[in-house]
């Protein structure tokens, strides 16, 4: 069954930082694109963050410069290090994978429908 498993979410204040974890079943290749997701109370999953399977990474602009996706091979854990949290990043953080490996042309928005597979998400509240 393939399962991911996020990590990591707990409340902070403004200005701080967090790590989420996200570790996927054994048959998910961690190479496979891979991207974080959010959904704040009231709104839509947004797309926060990928990594395609050549490495290339996207961001939502409302993170640029302040998220970094990355993937852990030794330890098949892929990663969200958040920096500069903001109130309006409150929200469950959901990890999701492709079932394969593509890579997508410079700028790609990162969209739920390029991924098959989501976790059960973790909860990031950001207080001012």
């Known amino acids: 069954q393939v399962q991911l498993v996020e990590s990591g979410g707990e409340s902070v204040q403004a200005g701080g930082s967090l790590t989420l974890s996200c570790t996927p079943s054994v048959d998910i290749y961690i190479e496979y694109n891979m991207g974080w997701f959010r959904q704040a109370p009231g709104q839509e999953r947004e797309g926060v963050a990928r990594?395609?399977?050549?490495?290339?990474?996207g961001y939502a602009d409302s993170v640029k410069g302040r998220f970094t996706i990355s993937r852990d091979n030794a330890k098949h854990t892929l990663l969200l290090q958040m920096r500069d949290l903001r109130p309006e990043d409150t929200g469950v953080y959901y990890c999701a994978s492709a079932r394969g490996r593509r890579v997508y042309p410079e700028n790609w928005p990162v969209r739920s429908q390029d991924f098959a597979y989501w976790g059960q998400g973790t909860q990031v509240t950001v207080s001012s």
């Open positions: 990594v395609d399977s050549d490495g290339r990474t």
